[in-house]
């Protein structure tokens, strides 16, 4: 949500908006958020996707560099 501030005396809030929609997983952790702002500029959402691509998992990789 964002709200518009006018600083002063009165302090003054303006009417509620949201700020965006995202496909949020429904939160079922009472231990963390499903979201998480990184700066004033980004968000991070936990998300889930239909179809997503299976996870290649590497191991002993450095065995396989040439040196």
Same mark, same amino acid.
């Given at each position: 949500?964002?709200?518009e501030v006018?600083p002063?005396?009165?302090?003054k809030l303006?009417?509620? #908006?949201?700020?965006?929609?995202? =496909?949020v997983?429904q939160? @079922?952790?009472?231990?963390?958020w499903?979201?998480?702002?990184t700066?004033?500029?980004?968000?991070?959402?936990?998300? #889930?996707q239909?179809?997503?691509? =299976?996870?290649?998992?590497? @191991?002993?990789?450095?065995?396989?560099?040439k040196?």
């Amino acid at each position: 949500m964002e709200v518009e501030v006018t600083p002063g005396s009165p302090f003054k809030l303006g009417v509620p #908006k949201p700020l965006f929609e995202a =496909p949020v997983v429904q939160f @079922t952790d009472p231990g963390g958020w499903p979201w998480d702002v990184t700066d004033d500029q980004r968000f991070l959402f936990n998300t #889930k996707q239909q179809g997503s691509p =299976p996870v290649t998992v590497v @191991t002993n990789w450095q065995a396989s560099l040439k040196k």
